[in-house]
């Protein structure tokens, strides 16, 4: 009973973070229809900031809203000046573009951070909550991770539900022309876009990265299940992407404490594949087949 | 109100529209007709600034708008309903509605109250997703949406394309009503030239990019050598 609850809150936990990423992936894909490869390299950029900084005596809480703030800038930045000459254009290019910058983002950041492996330090405690005698797997830092992430989506939908700026971006995301015609510049709404998503996506690299061991590389593990919690939520879909995350994150937890924790990966994949076979759009997706 | 001086535009090696001179003034509806591929939908695409003009002019009360993004003509009052009437279908029919009113800054609940009052079917559906409303419907929303931006000139383009006939003499009707109550100028691009020209004040005819005719509506109408030739009843 004990690991059946354990194992459940750790997939909840895990699924948390792996939601937030895939939740950048599609909130990229829907404004600009590019997959944005790029997504891991630019949260640890972010995350790797937060920890010098935190190491040079800054609080967690400053280098945390550093980190996030950054991470707003850098995919502004980088819709402004890179993405932008690719968007409408051949779909090659934009896959291109973003691995590009994968590689340059990580290279820099061992050029710049180093490529150690380097202890992130979080105010929480990391071991596990007590309830009635038994110890659970739940720690403040996991508690703090559900919450975080749950923060972060009501204020991204009260922003695009309740807003006019939201309605302006919404607008841009599917009809570029129509809402070009109704005075939204469309442009600036992109790089909103951008900028917003890479802020959620940093927030899962100081999720992933908390309380554990931090390196230039750490988040490409994280790469393959955020992809897949974002396929398995049909990529077009906000609420696709959570539920995708957190069925993914349950799944590869109980496959990880009962079945081998070197299945994992290959869990992954088995997913993605039976997704795709069922439902080719993936979970929640509005039509049954995609334009490929 | 919109005055047209010797607009070119195309795209690539291909001349769409050439040298074209036309006017839309207020309180009157000027169609814009001819045959598929005569330089309508170019012609509007680029009063509205989505397409750019090679040479000529355009503008909207005096002042030259050609150079103009398409994202400055609905603060200008220039307000175009696309062809395919550009439902955004994703978004609510009030959502719809209100983003043609941020056009202007933000929303005026008049406005708001005054679509839902010329269009009582879109005032029952409010919260619908767009997607769930019918042809008629959709078209209604989109002149409504134009509306909210308070336009003094708008630019419609195939309203009538996939309705129904009653619903296509409802809408122009609509139309009708709003030119001669709040002296709109209205630049209305169609392929029903029968019907057009019943509503229209003035028409335009374009043939192969060029303007071949511009008279009195009833002119044209009863023009039976330019009917064969061009307009096709």
Do not use: C
């Not at chain 1, 802020?199 to 999720?207: C, E, I, M, R």
């Not at chain 1, 974002?230 to 609420?239: E, F, H, Q, R």
């Not at chain 2, 929303?141 to 909210?148: E, N, Y």
């Amino acid at each position: 009973m004990q690991q059946l609850v354990n194992t459940a809150l750790g997939g909840i936990t895990l699924g948390m973070v792996f939601a937030a990423f895939a939740l950048a992936l599609v909130m990229i894909w829907r404004s600009t229809r590019i997959v944005n490869f790029a997504q891991a390299a630019m949260a640890m950029v972010t995350t790797m900031l937060a920890l010098s900084l935190i190491e040079r005596g800054w609080s967690y809480w400053a280098a945390f809203l550093a980190a996030l703030a950054t991470g707003f800038v850098l995919g502004a930045v980088i819709e402004r000046t890179l993405v932008r000459r690719v968007e409408g254009g051949p779909e090659l290019n934009a896959v291109i573009l973003t691995l590009g910058l994968f590689i340059v983002l990580t290279a820099g950041a061992e050029i710049v951070f180093g490529s150690d492996y380097r202890s992130f330090p979080v105010p929480f405690s990391l071991s596990g909550t007590e309830i009635g005698g038994t110890t659970y797997a739940l720690t403040g830092f996991d508690i703090f991770t559900v919450v975080a992430v749950l923060v972060t989506m009501g204020l991204l939908l009260a922003l695009f539900q309740f807003t006019d700026i939201g309605l302006r971006m919404r607008a841009a995301a599917h009809q570029q022309e129509v809402a070009r015609l109704l005075g939204v510049k469309v442009g600036r709404m992109l790089t909103l876009g951008w900028a917003l998503a890479a802020v959620v996506g940093s927030l899962s690299g100081l999720l992933i990265g908390g309380g554990s061991l931090v390196h230039p590389h750490y988040m490409e593990s994280v790469v393959v299940f955020g992809f897949v919690a974002a396929v398995l939520g049909g990529l077009d879909s906000p609420a696709g992407a959570v539920v995708g995350g957190l069925l993914l994150g349950v799944t590869l937890s109980f496959v990880s404490g009962y079945v081998g924790s070197g299945l994992v990966a290959l869990a992954a994949l088995v997913v993605l594949v039976v997704v795709l076979m069922v439902r080719p759009g993936g979970l929640f997706s509005a039509t049954t087949a995609r334009r490929v | 109100m919109l005055q047209v001086e010797g607009l070119s535009a195309g795209y690539g090696p291909i001349t769409a529209l050439h040298d074209v001179t036309l006017g839309a003034d207020e309180g009157r509806i000027t169609a814009v007709l001819g045959a598929n591929g005569a330089g309508k939908t170019t012609l509007l695409r680029t009063v509205s600034g989505l397409h750019p003009a090679r040479t000529g002019t355009v503008r909207l009360g005096g002042q030259d708008i050609t150079r103009h993004s398409a994202e400055a003509m609905p603060a200008l009052g220039m307000a175009h309903v696309p062809e395919g009437r550009g439902v955004i279908t994703e978004l609510t029919v009030e959502e719809n509605l209100r983003l043609g009113g941020l056009a202007r800054g933000r929303v005026k609940t008049a406005d708001l109250d005054r679509v839902w009052s010329l269009f009582p079917p879109l005032d029952e559906r409010r919260r619908a997703a767009a997607s769930t409303l019918s042809g008629g419907e959709r078209q209604m929303l989109v002149v409504g949406r134009a509306l909210m931006s308070r336009p003094s000139v708008l630019l419609l383009d195939e309203p009538s394309l996939g309705l129904a006939p009653r619903i296509v003499t409802q809408i122009f009707e609509l139309v009708r009503g709003l030119v001669r109550e709040e002296g709109l100028a209205v630049l209305l691009v169609e392929q029903n030239a029968r019907s057009a020209l019943s509503v229209a004040d003035r028409g335009v005819v374009l043939n192969l990019g060029r303007v071949v005719a511009d008279d009195d509506a009833a002119v044209l109408a009863g023009d039976d050598q330019l009917r064969h030739a061009y307009l096709g009843f």
